[in-house]
């Protein structure tokens, strides 16, 4: 009897508390509804996107590019030496990102990954967050994935990284009590004064903002996010921005990568 | 170092009239933001960019901070025969940049 | 206290207090040397440039969105019709704003050599504003166009 009666209260407890986080198998935004932040904007925005010349975001790629070939002092060795050319070497990758280190089996998004190969391989000195230098890389690596679908694993050791993610997504926070889900999975597409919101998709990153004035990484455009419900900006590098950064990425699974995307 | 991009159409007869479009990278820095710690970031604009075709100066602009970021300046010129563009610019601090790129026009039959 | 001691205690306190408020208005402008917010008239934005020579509203189209959902850089063009000779064409573009703290936004020379009068560019405006493009000819005349441009501020403002 009593063994009935336990079973049955943990048969009604367990599911629903399952049941208020997003698992694998259950999306919040159906594939079919998936939008870029590029149908949310302007279209002047959209313009300044499409117009290949005069893109703000093109002298981060003319950078990057150079970069990518420029040997290091310490050793002589360019990210060509080993991984080739990059509309070649490097087409899928951007699209995988975060994803497990195998050898520290850590969660890494693709800024750390190239920290990691221009200190370990190029012993050269970790590039600043935010740096021209980082940014173009990032931008050029993106730049061979133009055009491809976003497609993250999130199986093994990645899984608990996907959970803290989207509890984080789902989650309120912030002297403005709002959780991302909130606006980006209830109510894009509705306005807030007078900006439309859109599906908070990762899709056209590293970006230009007309905001920043500048080219900029999806870590700092999170940082801004938690801004702006005024919570408390985790620092840089904060596994929990990559956690979020890996469930993003899951969720807009199949969206089209955006080289070099402008947003406002 | 600031990175420049120029462009105009790719064929060109003596006489036309072509559009050229300029990219320039720079911040452009207004003089009224403040960096993260709240210090005024000193302003650092460009002040005064020119284009020269062969020998002439056909075009000059002096832009102010209420110009954006990464500046785009396009504007016309009647092209006659194949020269070197020469654009030159310089900002408050003094830096100077160039960008030389040949023009090649094709004769009026 | 005696009517006219307390009466002199009114006019110092009010006094007073206007004189704060007359400061707060302009107080944090002047600290940074700054007017941006105050909106000038039409004549405050040209005649620096003009000095009373003729002008008028004619064969200038200003281009630009009614609605710029960014400050930072809002596209703009401005074309002239002017047959661009020795004789007749237009020397110089001025861009200026109503409420930026520099009015003066550019300045373009241009001459025969030009072709035809049309230049673009990218602005940076400090909020709603008219916007006028000021075109000064060989003959010492001067023409011109003005739009309103509405610029919206970003609903989430983030520290970013």
Redesign the interface.
Known sequence: MKTWLLGTCLALILPSSLAQRPTPAERHLPYSVMRSGLDFSSTDVQALQADQFANPAQHWLTLGNALWQRGSVANGKSCQSCHGDLATGMRGVATRYPEIDRTSGRLLNLEDRIQNCTTKHQQAKPLAPESEALLGLTLSLAQASKGMPLRVAIEGAALAHWQAGANLFTQRQGQLNLSCANCHDQRYGQRLFSDVISQGQPNGYPVYRLEWQTLGSLERRLRSCFSGIRAEVPPWGAPEMRQLTLYLMWRAEGLALEVPAVRK | MSFARIQWPQRIVSGDVVKLRLLVQHPMETGFMQDLNGKIIPRNVLRLLTCTLGQQEVFRVEPSSGISANPLFEFHVRASETAEVVVQWVDDRNTRGELRQTMAVLPRL | MSIAGSRRNWLQRWSRLALTWVVAQGGHGWA?Q?SSGQLLSFSEMVEPITQGAGLQRKNVSLSA?I????G????L?VQVHSPMTEQDHVTHLY?L?QR???T????????P?????????????AGTQEVVALARLSNGGFWYDQMEIIV?????????
């Open positions: 940074q700054v969105p609605l710029a959902d960014n930072t850089l809002v596209p063009s861009l704003s930026n703290p520099v003066l936004m550019a300045v373009f020379h241009l001459g050599w030009s072709g035809i009068a049309h230049i673009g560019t990218r602005v940076r405006l919206t501020e970003s609903a989430c403002v983030d520290a970013s």
